[in-house]
């Protein structure tokens, strides 16, 4: 089986990326942790397809979420976003 390497875009513009290689054990996790530079803060993968974003889980299978795209994969794109997710944020104290 050919090796599946997965584009990750490290800004908007597309201009600066790296690209993955994905075995059936690699978690997006992972791929977050070999994107990311040496010392740099909280970063999460986000899923970009037709308009809409999604922060990925830190535990999903690349290669499933991939072949869950089928046909529709080139269509996807993903993001190392260099803030907390959504669901990690803490209230600011009152």
Excluded at 37 to 60: M, S
Aim: glycine letters at 6%.
């Amino acid at each position: 089986m050919l090796p599946v390497i997965l584009t990750v875009y490290l800004n908007d513009t597309q201009q600066m990326l790296t690209e993955v290689p994905v075995t059936p054990a690699t978690r997006v996790i992972d791929v977050v942790e070999y994107c990311k530079e040496a010392g740099e803060g909280e970063c999460h993968l986000a899923e970009v397809w037709n308009g809409h974003e999604r922060v990925l889980p830190q535990e999903v299978l690349l290669l499933d979420l991939l072949q869950q795209w089928g046909a529709r994969r080139p269509e996807v794109g993903f993001y190392l976003r260099h803030c907390p997710s959504w669901t990690q944020v803490t209230p600011p104290a009152l």
